[in-house]
Antibody, heavy 126, light 107 residues
Framework: QVRLQESGPGLVKPSETLSLTCSVS??????????WSWIRQPPGKGLEWIGD???????NYNPSLGSRVAISVDTSKNQFSLELNSVTAADTAVYFC???????????????????WGQGTLVAVS | ETVLTQSPATLSLSPGERATLSCRAS??????VAWYQHRPGQAPRLLIY???DRAADIPPRFSGSGGGTDFSLTIHSLEPDDFAVYFC?????????FGPGTRVEVK
């Protein structure tokens, strides 16, 4: 069973960079079987997908965040990370890491289904 | 991007009752809708993907239906652990987007 755990500062100053790490157990970040995502939920609002990374290091980011976001993988620690720069109060949210068990079956593609989640970590920008 | 709306915002029911939650998409998302359960302080849990496929270890009292723009999650007989927030998500259109959630609370 894949388990995810977010870690990082709970408070970030405006204009600085938010950095979070997700530790993975029960699965390997460099396995071709998984995609790893970051998702956030501002207070009182819905969830927003931030972006993802796969085992080859290819990333996809939500256009809503422009060029402020970067996701990377550390295979030696079995972790993946999020960096969001130039933060404002609007970036205050609970940040979740999530994993997708990627597979194809004929024309079927199992992607962007979030099979595994961390508990989330609240990051306040103030 | 595709906007998802969920109704009702809050559903007040008693254990043993049936819960029916709705999710509507701003455009057709085919059958590419998933449902998640989120209890406070816990990791969200995938319940249903692709409208009606139950994820591993999800009991059969959870079922999903729909297609196009209208989708439903039914919990056939509420158990104490089922009182939580449920949100839908679409993956037909990129980027994937989520609904705002429905809270199922004890009446």
């Amino acid at each position: 069973q894949v388990r995810l755990q977010e870690s990082g500062p709970g408070l970030v100053k405006p204009s600085e960079t938010l950095s979070l790490t997700c530790s993975v157990s029960g699965g390997s970040v460099h396995s071709r079987n998984y995609y790893w995502s970051w998702i956030r939920q501002p207070p009182g609002k819905g969830l927003e997908w931030i972006g993802d990374i796969n085992s080859s290091g290819s990333t996809n980011y939500n256009p809503s965040l422009g060029s402020r976001v970067a996701i990377s993988v550390d295979t030696s620690k079995n972790q993946f990370s999020l960096e969001l720069n130039s933060v404002t109060a609007a970036d205050t949210a609970v940040y979740f890491c999530a994993g997708t068990l990627y597979y194809t079956l004929g024309t079927y593609i199992h992607l962007y289904v979030f099979d595994y989640w961390g508990q989330g970590t609240l990051v306040a920008v103030s | 991007e595709t906007v998802l709306t969920q109704s009702p915002a809050t559903l007040s029911l008693s254990p043993g009752e049936r819960a029916t939650l709705s999710c509507r998409a701003s455009q057709s998302v085919s059958t590419k809708v998933a449902w998640y359960q989120h209890r406070p302080g816990q990791a969200p849990r995938l319940l249903i993907y692709d409208t009606s496929d139950r994820a591993a270890d999800i009991p059969p009292r959870f079922s999903g239906s729909g297609g196009g723009t209208d989708f439903s999650l039914t919990i056939h007989s509420l158990e104490p652990d089922d009182f939580a927030v449920y949100f839908c998500q679409q993956r037909n259109d990129w980027p994937p987007t989520f609904g705002p959630g429905t809270r199922v609370e004890v009446k």
